[in-house]
């Protein structure tokens, strides 16, 4: 944090941030929506043979990170390359960095990583929604204010989560920087990575040990916790309000 505010002022804790928003918005709405879909259709196709609650929670969620994180990847890249920029700027904004990668690197650009991402996000949403929908019946009897059953649930739910697939996250950002700027994210020191998520994991361990495919795992985790007690917390209310007016596929 220190570092970043002697580089570049207090405005490096915001950089990304346009990106961001636009991911979570997009990713949000795609990822819920196919939650309820894929969870509504396991229970249509096993009316006869129910699946156990924890299993049809993992594959809906499964599916909701995937389809949500291959449509709206390339935001995802965009604000990780805005985040690693340094004072020497790669991209001044959003449309420059946009006909930059197209220009060098052309459409596939985008999609830098999409292999791990796609890997890290199919476990971490399986584990995140089974979690927490084991987690939510008893924390919902519990008397705790505001109705908060839902958010702790969310919190041990992105806590375990984030854990359980942090080192396939951690590969997916490292990758998102290859590219011919590589050598001007991070201050120039992000590594060359061959092709793939394994050979990166290879070489991360391989210079950093073990150890290395951990590291931010403690800021990450100051992130996803409230981020997840927020987003379920809202989700279960707008989803009761949406059931109580009888809108669409959701009542």
């Not at 129910?50 to 049809?56: I, K, S, T």
Request: hydrophobic share 40%; net charge positive; with cysteine.
């Amino acid at each position: 944090m220190k570092a970043s505010e002697l580089t570049v002022s207090s405005k490096g804790f915001w950089k990304g941030n346009v990106p961001a928003e636009l991911l979570y918005i997009t990713y949000g709405s795609l990822q819920f929506t196919t939650y309820r879909f894929a969870n509504q259709t396991l229970r249509k196709l096993s009316e006869n043979h129910p699946l156990p609650a924890g299993v049809e929670s993992f594959i809906s969620g499964a599916c909701a990170g995937a389809v949500a994180t291959s449509m709206t990847y390339p935001l995802d890249l965009l604000r990780t390359r805005f985040a690693a920029q340094g004072v020497d700027k790669v991209y001044n904004n959003l449309l420059d960095s946009v006909r930059q990668i197209l220009k060098s690197e052309g459409p596939q650009g985008f999609f830098h990583g999409l292999s791990a991402g796609v890997g890290q996000i199919v476990p971490y949403m399986g584990l995140f929604f089974s979690t927490y929908e084991t987690l939510r019946p008893p924390l919902a009897h519990m008397s705790l204010p505001f109705g908060s059953g839902d958010a702790a649930a969310g919190v041990l739910a992105g806590t375990i989560a984030k854990t359980g697939v942090f080192p396939l996250d951690l590969i997916r950002k490292r990758l998102q920087v290859q590219g011919p700027s590589r050598q001007r994210f991070a201050n120039g020191m992000v590594p060359l990575y061959g092709r793939g998520m394994l050979n990166a994991g290879k070489a991360i361990v391989g210079k950093e040990g073990w150890r290395g495919l951990y590291r931010g795992l403690g800021i990450g985790l100051i992130k996803a916790a409230p981020a997840s007690a927020v987003t379920m917390w809202t989700y279960e209310r707008v989803l009761r309000q949406l059931r109580r007016h009888k809108i669409g596929e959701w009542a």
